[in-house]
């Protein structure tokens, strides 16, 4: 009788102090992880971030992958990742998922800083990146063949330049292809003759960033809609976010967040 009574004591004892203990995810030192992949252009922004998140929040580990957007975004439709990173729009096909908006970025064309090219008609790079001008005779400095670096298929960087810059006009195959912004940025910073694109937010003195007909690329020129190659940097959800993923995300869209992306070179929605 006795070891009956215990059978039914026992697991209604367990069960009321499962009850009355916290909830595990709210155990203090309980680290919360946020996977985030994709775009290697908003990579080092979110990284950046993430890094000023965790002194405030060190319960959070930010897990930060590359891939590509293209990646990002199928790793959302996955459910392999929290959050996706895209620095182009969604595609047909791809609109189901949700979109936040954390900043815009300008496509900057760059040369070498020994280049004395400043300046280029936005159809003058079209033709370069398509073959169609070859020489840096053409547009006016030595009789030498340009070197024309461009990132690679399913790169979002990519994605947003075929439809602001190259308008249908396909990328000429001969192009030399770069696996990343910074792999772009460094192509053409050790060579005189090459002309690729980055994110507004790499540029550096190492390289040389073109006017486009006759407007610099800068924080000042995209807010006013002078400057016409701008793309926005996303993230990528696949129905509501997790709270403690919604809680990083709002960091990045406070007053705190947006200054430091404006800081890194990107055009936040704070003055």
């Known amino acids: 009788m006795r070891l009956r009574r215990w059978a039914i004591i026992l697991p209604l004892l367990c069960a009321f102090l499962v009850s009355c203990s916290p909830n595990s995810n709210d155990r203090p030192g309980r680290k919360h992880t946020i996977t985030i992949a994709g775009s290697t252009s908003v990579m080092p922004f979110t990284e950046k971030l993430a890094e000023h998140f965790v002194v405030d929040h060190k319960n959070f580990i930010i897990d930060v992958q590359g891939g590509g957007s293209t990646a990002g975004i199928q790793a959302v439709i996955n459910?392999?990742?929290?959050?996706?990173?895209?620095s182009r729009e969604l595609k047909?096909?791809?609109?189901t998922l949700n979109t936040i908006t954390i900043c815009h970025d300008g496509i900057v064309v760059v040369v070498h800083p020994e280049n004395p090219v400043t300046e280029m008609g936005l159809d003058q790079v079209r033709q370069i990146f398509s073959g169609r001008?070859?020489?840096w005779s053409q547009l006016g400095w030595k009789d030498r063949k340009i070197d024309a670096v461009s990132r690679e298929e399913g790169s979002g960087t990519r994605s947003a330049f075929e439809d602001l810059v190259m308008k249908g006009k396909e990328i000429n195959d001969a192009t030399m292809v770069q696996d990343s912004n910074g792999s772009v940025k460094e192509v053409?910073?050790?060579?005189?003759?090459?002309i690729g694109y980055i994110s507004m937010g790499?540029?550096?003195k190492k390289v040389k960033p073109v006017a486009i007909d006759?407007?610099?690329p800068s924080i000042k020129t995209i807010k006013s809609g002078r400057y016409k190659i701008v793309r926005p940097f996303l993230y990528i959800t696949n129905g509501e976010l997790e709270p403690k993923a919604r809680q990083f995300v709002d960091?990045?869209?406070?007053?705190?967040g947006q200054t430091i992306l404006k800081n890194e070179g990107l055009v936040g929605f704070y003055d």
Do not use: F, R
Not at 79 to 86: A, E, R
Not at 92 to 95: I, Q, R, V
């Open 79 to 86: 459910n392999t990742v929290d959050l996706g990173m895209s």
């Open 92 to 95: 047909e096909g791809e609109k």
């Open 133 to 135: 001008i070859s020489n």
């Open 188 to 194: 053409v910073a050790t060579d005189p003759y090459a």
């Open 202 to 204: 790499l540029v550096d």
């Open 214 to 216: 006759g407007v610099s």
């Open 251 to 256: 960091y990045i869209l406070s007053k705190e």
